[in-house]
């Protein structure tokens, strides 16, 4: 049997891909140990609203064996497990090491050794999921301070159209190491093996089935937070800028990386929302108020290490490569978002039970 391979599947923005190839019509196989707290709420949607097209094996990409089977009728291979959080990296490098790094040379060497035949002539297309942090903390990059944000200063104004692939690579905190010692991997195993593989180097990816916290997924736990009208914690003064992607915008960009394989293999590509939709936590707090129709209380943290100040991805690359762009608004995405907290709430089902067990503080 033929399918899509998604490693960490049952995450959030793998079950947002696995979600579109199913309505697609594609076979999906969900890889992945579910050691994301909520995630398997996300793998119980999937199984329910997708029987006979989305099947799933509880599998960690630190096991070879386990991942040799799971390639071997892979049409196509989206590579999204790892250990997400930067903090995390920071208590155990050696287990996030293990994970982002290994765990992905460990699923490009089973790439490299299945055996091609001849209905398979060809390597399956694989897409890992970089980050942003492989481009340093752009220190180098001069900010002015204004009321609600951070700007790039006059002799940097060419951030505004953010940071495209020219960036020199520098890998920032343990987690920027483990992902981006796995981004060079995929390049070299793409040269040297003939894997058409494809580099996305993500910036904040926001949308529904996202269970995100403090340590990853700040747009989501901010939204969830607010929802519940609790108080907001900011590390910093909250001034800090990102790019936020809508994550059905990525799942798009996903599909035309694969459609565009053979033009596009053994290139990284800057991946984000783009100038047109940033945000600083600030922006995103007032925004929440506008749609929430109330007033939110926050606290003011310590910085936290390897937080950049400014990060707007420059997308134009894969734009020009494949014709891509995002179209959803911040403001549209993050209604989206609202909305499946809602129906988290409202579903009377299994997933609801569990919900509200693990994250009852956050339900209305
Ligand atoms: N969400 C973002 O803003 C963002 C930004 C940049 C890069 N990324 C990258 O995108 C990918 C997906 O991120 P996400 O936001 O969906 O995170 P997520 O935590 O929701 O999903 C990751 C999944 O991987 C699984 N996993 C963890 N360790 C595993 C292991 N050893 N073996 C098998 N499965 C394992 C988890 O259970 C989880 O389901 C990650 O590689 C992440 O580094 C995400």
């Not at 790892?82 to 790439?111: H, K, Y």
């Not at 520098?170 to 987690?175: A, G, W």
């Not at 997308?315 to 993050?334: A, C, D, Y």
Request: proline content about 3%.
């Amino acid at each position: 049997m033929s399918y899509v391979l998604i490693t960490g599947g049952a995450g959030f923005i793998g079950t947002n891909l696995a979600k579109r190839l199913a309505e697609e019509g594609h076979k999906v196989l969900v890889f992945d140990n579910l050691s994301r707290a909520g995630v398997e709420k996300n793998l119980f949607y999937l199984l329910n609203h997708h029987p006979g097209q989305v099947s799933f094996v509880q599998g960690d990409v630190r096991d070879m064996e386990q991942l040799q089977d799971a390639v071997e009728g892979a049409t196509a291979i989206y590579h999204l497990a790892a250990q997400v959080a930067v903090t995390t990296s920071l208590e155990d490098p050696i287990t996030d090491f293990e994970i982002n790094a290994r765990g992905t040379l460990n699923l490009l060497e089973a790439i490299r050794r299945r055996k091609l035949t001849d209905e398979r002539s060809e390597k399956p297309f694989l897409l890992y999921t970089s980050t942003n942090k492989v481009l340093g903390g752009l220190e180098d990059v001069k900010l002015v301070e204004r009321a609600t944000r951070y700007e790039p200063a006059e002799e940097n104004l060419g951030m505004l159209e953010g940071i495209g692939e020219d960036r020199s690579i520098e890998f920032c905190s343990p987690y920027g190491c483990s992902k981006g010692a796995a981004d060079q991997y995929v390049l070299d195993y793409a040269r040297n093996f003939n894997i058409p593989a494809v580099v996305f180097r993500m910036s904040c990816i926001y949308g529904p089935h996202q269970y995100g916290n403090e340590d990853q997924g700040w747009v989501a736990h901010f939204v969830r937070k607010a929802m519940a009208r609790r108080t907001l914690s900011f590390y910093g003064d909250g001034k800090q800028v990102r790019d936020a992607l809508f994550v059905e915008d990525l799942v798009e960009a996903f599909l035309m990386a694969r459609q565009n394989s053979a033009k596009i293999r053994g290139h990284a590509f800057t991946i984000g929302g783009g100038p047109g939709n940033t945000t600083s936590l600030l922006e995103l707090v007032s925004l929440l108020e506008k749609l929430q129709g109330v007033r939110l209380s926050i606290q003011y943290e310590k910085w936290r290490p390897s937080d950049q100040r400014y990060y707007v991805s420059n997308h134009g690359k894969f734009t020009r490569m494949t014709g891509w762009r995002p179209v959803t608004s911040l403001e549209q995405g993050i209604q989206s978002l609202e909305h499946w907290v809602r129906s988290l709430q409202n579903e009377k089902s299994r997933t609801q039970v569990v919900a509200e067990q693990e994250f009852g503080e956050f339900i209305l």
